[in-house]
């Protein structure tokens, strides 16, 4: 079964700094990958997902994510944060034509500082 | 109303309890899920219902029990749980966009369960 790695726990950054929070993933087959934010108190919503084309892919409040399948990466960017990008940020993955099995990371804390 | 509704947000209960957790979707979805948040853990899939059908349990233990009465709403029950269990209980919804794992999930705001 596909599996999912973060490679940071936690990422302090400070205001209109870029950020990168890192994605790996392992899986046999072809995959489809995402990332989620939570925001402190609420559920996971969508910022971005690949499914196939172009591999960078951008999503809501300026994030991007560049699919490597070399590398079996998906990481996530953003040029400038924002004091409200604090969050907790999920890379999620699931395989191809295998419906309701999507794997989850263990999350990285995005903290951004004034 | 807000695409998925969990209720309650928080909930504290003995060993010796019996509960439960509430999921109403309002989004004409048709798969409903349960997943268990630890800290610093992944997110773990526990109950999978499509068309109201359960199509995953991944090993979870009998003392979890869920219901799904109908395709707006899901239930997990509760009884005899253990301090172990004390997590934040997610609920989400997807619909069946024909293409196989590439359906974007909705996501409650959660119950914070905690064991004594």
């Known amino acids: 079964a596909q599996s999912v790695t973060q490679l940071d726990s936690q990422v302090p950054v400070f205001e209109e700094a870029p950020v990168e929070l890192r994605c790996n993933y392992s899986s046999s087959v072809s995959v489809y990958l995402f990332w989620y934010v939570q925001y402190p108190n609420q559920g996971l919503q969508l910022l971005l997902k690949y499914l196939s084309g172009s591999t960078l892919v951008k999503g809501i409040n300026g994030f991007e994510a560049e699919f490597n399948k070399s590398q079996t990466s998906f990481h996530l960017r953003k040029p400038s944060v924002h004091i409200s990008d604090t969050a907790e940020y999920f890379c999620a993955v699931s395989e191809r034509n295998n419906n309701n099995d999507m794997r989850f990371g263990a999350g990285t804390r995005l903290t951004v500082k004034p | 109303e807000t695409g998925v509704t969990q209720t309650p947000r928080h909930l504290v209960m003995g060993m010796t309890n019996k509960k439960s957790l509430k999921c109403e979707q309002h989004?004409?979805?048709?798969?409903m899920y349960w997943y268990k948040q630890s800290a610093k853990k992944p997110l773990e899939l526990m109950f999978v219902y499509s068309l109201e059908e359960r199509v995953e349990n991944n090993s979870v233990p009998s003392r979890f029990s869920p219901e799904c009465p109908n395709s707006s709403h899901l239930f997990l029950h509760l009884h005899t749980l253990q301090p172990e269990d004390s997590a934040l209980y997610l609920c989400?919804?997807?619909?069946?966009?024909?293409?196989?794992?590439?359906?974007?999930?909705?996501f409650g705001a959660g119950t914070r369960l905690s064991v004594l």
């Open positions: 989400a919804s997807s619909q069946d966009s024909g293409l196989a794992g590439a359906d974007i999930q909705y």
């Open positions: 989004l004409g979805h048709n798969a």
